[in-house]
């Protein structure tokens, strides 16, 4: 099914989108619809993911289906991930895609002079026949990760030896930025050699395809940057940028603007500040007018110019911070009202932020595209999809369910706790109630089990409550763990086979794009609802919703919700034979009860060994905790 609907979608160059269950094989099948038509109307693919995981997926799925068809796909990944370079180099590894593109130029062309001790990688893409190289890529079709290495050993850079092979190929797997970001979009366009309405688009994990296009539109002014001007400053000069007021003293002016701002806005950690205050303040301090503002702006961005290029020419990374700055005062000052809100932000340190309410924005070179189709295990309420990311309204819709028996997972929730707000300040027990629930869940049971909470505030709150079960691994997702730290802890605990805890956080790294087969995971415990912070920037986003959509709590809060709960469940069920359990402890499932064909039950400990007693009962003991009710597996 998932086949024609897209194979129909690239035929009448429409817009897809469509939910297909675990185990629906999302991957080959819209590789197998969308390869058909390409190769008929000479388009190219471009599978867009959110992860690397995803990304080698595609390649696999590609070498899978190679017998049936001769096509040739090729995965691209940025140059943080690919310069070989800038994997030794840690101020290199801290460059964004612009500044890595201006010192890679930089290389490639001393390289060009014949100075070859610039980029010894390169000058080997240059010197070396690649023909091998380019059967390399048709045979074994590598991910990013295995052409890396291949390149490694031959000391060529793969970032342009990919790059080079990139027309030739039918599909090719990217990561989301490199179509949704303007700059690197044009340059992915260039090497495909077509434009976009030559290109069939698929967009995996489209679930989070909405907040990041708002995140990516967005843009921060913060402390710590003015900070790293001021700096700047110091080391090339400090000219006079209006009369009177010298670089170092507008820096200055700024930091007190923000200071004022976390004063008189911040609540919590943001607030809403009126659309025309940072301007006030500046053509206050300047003395000047809004238009004589804009002429300092591209001085400041001149300086930083200068800046970047004295780096660069240093073998330094091309930044300036002053650059830095005048691109975000040009943003602010030109932003659209209703498109955006102004925040003032207060986390590890203050800063200004000019946050983006409309998807759509970001989105629009999709409906360029000869055809779009956007997947996902969890993309309900559709018709919300569609309006976010700014799809026709007659976009196709569908939804495909899991094949795997829906007896195999079973979802219960109690309503005797929550983590409301309100309802904690009232009654602090709450919390200790919940911690109870988990520690009778987890040693009745002593399977693999991850208790996802709604934010790290609330992990850190239960998790010193729940008694700790003998012989039970104990692992945690940290705000501040590195992905290789976590991808240890994750390994570790899946190959604990039934004798380990994650403590982790809905909507975070584990509780998405992580999957844990057979008895990886069997349990899901889910501590309150995941709805979304209620922050100035969300009330904000809600009332842009109402605006634009007239349901601001459904676009905003609702659907968000929906899909974080589903995506945490969604990790229990990888195969046919998978069988997991989900509860969750907080009243206010109930008003989920339907999308997550939840029941509502009062011991969940005695619900969850009544499910895995159904399986084999001979592979279960008598547990310690509920000798006499259930058997449950040592
Ligand atoms: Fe890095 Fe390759 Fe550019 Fe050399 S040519 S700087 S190795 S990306």
Redesign the pocket.
Known sequence: MLIDLVRSACECRSHLVVESGTGTGKTVCSLHGALDVCHRRGKKLLYLTRTNSQQRQVMYELRGIRGTRNHFGIALQG?RN?????KVDPE?ADGNPEE?SK???E??AR?MRGEED?????AS?MSQDMQEVTRHLRRELPTAEEFADYCQERTL????ATKMHVPAADVVAAPYIMFFDGFIRRTLLDWMGCSLGDIALIVDEAHNLPSYARELKSSKLSEVTLRLAENEIDEFGDPEVAEGTSMSDLVGLLGNSLESAVEEYLIDEDGIIPQSFLEEELMFGTRQTSTKLKGTYSQLSNYGEMVRDARKGAGRLPRSYIHRMAGFLTHWHTLEEGEYVKLVVKSDTSAFEAYCLDASIACKPVLECHSSVHMSGTLRPLDDYVLSVGLPRDSVTAEIESPFPPHNRRIVFVDDVTTRYEDLERDPAIVNRIADHISSIVSACRRNTIIFYPSYATMHRVRPLVAAVEGMQVYTEERSMGQGDLMDAVQQFKSAHGNAVMHAVSGGRVSEGIDFPGDEMELAIIVGIPYPKPTSRHRALQYFCEIKFGDGWTHAVKAPTERKLLQAVGRLIRSETDRGMAVVLDRRAAQFEEVLNASRCDSPAREVLDFFSERSPEDHATSDVYKGLRPGRR
């Open positions: 140059r690919m310069c070989p370079l800038a290199l890595l010192v890679c130029g290389r490639k390289v610039a980029c010894v990688y390169f893409v850079c793969p970032y342009e």
